[in-house]
């Protein structure tokens, strides 16, 4: 199946003012989400309908083999509709977006219920030249949607996008929802205009990371990653940890820099993020390490220096511990690794 990719003319991302230290934080997690690719669906739907969608891997293998990981959203364009995903559910109106960070199972369907069927049953002959469009229902009332699956780079620490539930619901407002309507527009319209291209557009990530700054700002904060970023001990700690990464920083140190005991620095982070922040550094730093090895032709031994570690054997055997494979292994088992 051919995937089909947008093209490659915005290659900058727009300039931000950074209102706030959690917008930082965000920014600076949100920048290691590298798309390689989009996929669109275009669906018109008729009530009484319902379409029951595979998990990542049954997902990948239908819609886009090879990819490492897909990241889904649906946007209604007109009328109505839910998604339900690993036990979390959401109602849509016109406008709204369902984003599913990690490619969960879910179904997706009109108010009205009904027996769902499988996506795979809806979908047109491949392959395709253009955006697909799904059609299924009974003889009620139209909603129209767009689906978006986003071929990524596999997040091997991402703490947001990890604490995430399964789907979040997003209703754009103002300038924001202007943006996401004009680039989702412009990667519709290119796509059908276009057809499979070899390159590799800004668009679908920049439509991405603004969904998610948008839910950030309003998201629960009881426990994970944001409430982290709010909390006025791990949040000082954690712009440490992300301002300097490369430091070799130590309990004591990082908590006379926050301002606070290290039994407290401690007790916050395990609460809020179920795990150390010596842990939460060695992760982070794994992140960076891995977005080098795909992206630059950097030798081990400049990526270790730069992820914090005194010498290449040190970094390797941190890499291994993490991932599961040196890190010359890992480079050369991912696509466009060290490119």
Same mark, same amino acid.
């Given at each position: 199946?051919?995937?089909?990719?947008?093209?490659?003319?915005?290659?900058?991302?727009?300039?931000?003012?950074?209102?706030?230290?959690?917008?930082?934080?965000?920014?600076?997690?949100?920048?290691?989400? @590298?798309?390689?690719? %989009?996929?669109?669906?275009?669906?018109?739907?008729?009530?009484? +309908? #319902?379409?029951?969608?595979?998990?990542?891997?049954?997902?990948?293998?239908?819609?886009?083999?090879? #990819?490492?990981?897909?990241?889904?959203?649906?946007?209604?364009?007109?009328?109505?509709? +839910?998604?339900?995903?690993?036990?979390?559910?959401?109602?849509?109106?016109? /406008?709204?977006? =369902?984003?599913?960070?990690?490619?969960?199972?879910?179904?997706?369907?009109?108010?009205?219920?009904?027996? *769902?069927?499988?996506?795979?049953?809806?979908?047109?002959?491949?392959?395709?030249?253009?955006?697909?469009?799904?059609?299924?229902?009974?003889?009620?009332?139209?909603?129209?949607?767009?689906?978006?699956?986003?071929?990524?780079?596999?997040?091997?620490?991402?703490?947001?996008? @990890?604490?995430? *539930?399964?789907?979040?619901?997003?209703?754009?407002?103002?300038?924001?929802?202007?943006?996401?309507?004009?680039?989702?527009?412009? =990667?519709?319209?290119?796509?059908?205009?276009?057809?499979?291209?070899?390159?590799?557009?800004?668009?679908?990530?920049?439509?991405?990371?603004?969904?998610?700054?948008?839910?950030?700002?309003?998201?629960?904060?009881?426990? /994970? +990653?944001? %409430?982290?970023?709010?909390?006025?001990?791990?949040?000082?700690?954690?712009?440490?940890?992300?301002?300097?990464?490369?430091?070799?920083?130590?309990?004591?140190?990082?908590?006379?820099?926050?301002?606070?005991? @290290?039994?407290?620095?401690?007790?916050?982070?395990?609460?809020?993020?179920?795990?150390?922040?010596?842990?939460?550094? %060695?992760?982070?730093?794994?992140?960076?390490?891995?977005?080098?090895?795909?992206?630059?032709?950097?030798?081990?031994?400049?990526? %270790?220096?730069?992820?914090?570690? /005194?010498?290449?054997?040190?970094?390797?055997?941190?890499?291994?511990?993490?991932?599961?494979?040196?890190?010359?292994?890992?480079?050369?088992?991912?696509?466009?690794?060290?490119?």
């Amino acid at each position: 199946m051919t995937m089909i990719e947008l093209p490659g003319e915005l290659t900058e991302t727009p300039p931000r003012a950074i209102a706030d230290p959690t917008t930082a934080l965000l920014s600076d997690v949100l920048a290691q989400v @590298r798309l390689s690719g %989009a996929l669109f669906l275009r669906g018109e739907y008729t009530s009484p +309908w #319902a379409f029951d969608s595979p998990g990542c891997c049954a997902l990948i293998d239908l819609l886009s083999p090879g #990819a490492e990981r897909l990241i889904v959203f649906h946007r209604v364009m007109a009328g109505e509709a +839910w998604v339900t995903a690993g036990g979390h559910h959401v109602d849509l109106v016109a /406008g709204d977006l =369902a984003i599913l960070p990690s490619a969960h199972r879910h179904l997706v369907g009109s108010p009205d219920m009904v027996e *769902p069927v499988q996506i795979a049953e809806l979908l047109p002959s491949s392959p395709w030249n253009d955006v697909p469009i799904l059609r299924h229902g009974g003889d009620g009332a139209l909603t129209n949607m767009v689906c978006g699956y986003f071929r990524c780079d596999e997040l091997l620490f991402n703490s947001f996008l @990890r604490s995430l *539930p399964p789907v979040i619901r997003v209703r754009p407002e103002g300038t924001v929802a202007t943006l996401i309507e004009a680039g989702l527009s412009f =990667a519709l319209e290119d796509a059908e205009r276009r057809g499979p291209s070899a390159g590799v557009a800004r668009v679908p990530e920049l439509l991405l990371v603004e969904a998610l700054r948008l839910y950030s700002s309003s998201a629960p904060r009881s426990t /994970g +990653w944001l %409430a982290a970023t709010s909390d006025p001990v791990v949040g000082r700690a954690l712009r440490l940890l992300h301002d300097d990464p490369a430091r070799d920083w130590t309990l004591d140190e990082l908590a006379r820099a926050a301002a606070t005991s @290290r039994s407290v620095l401690g007790e916050r982070f395990k609460t809020l993020l179920d795990q150390s922040p010596i842990n939460y550094l %060695a992760e982070w730093r794994m992140q960076l390490a891995a977005n080098l090895l795909r992206t630059t032709p950097l030798k081990l031994a400049a990526i %270790a220096e730069q992820s914090g570690y /005194g010498s290449e054997a040190a970094f390797s055997r941190a890499f291994h511990r993490h991932v599961g494979m040196s890190p010359a292994q890992w480079r050369q088992a991912s696509p466009g690794g060290g490119r």
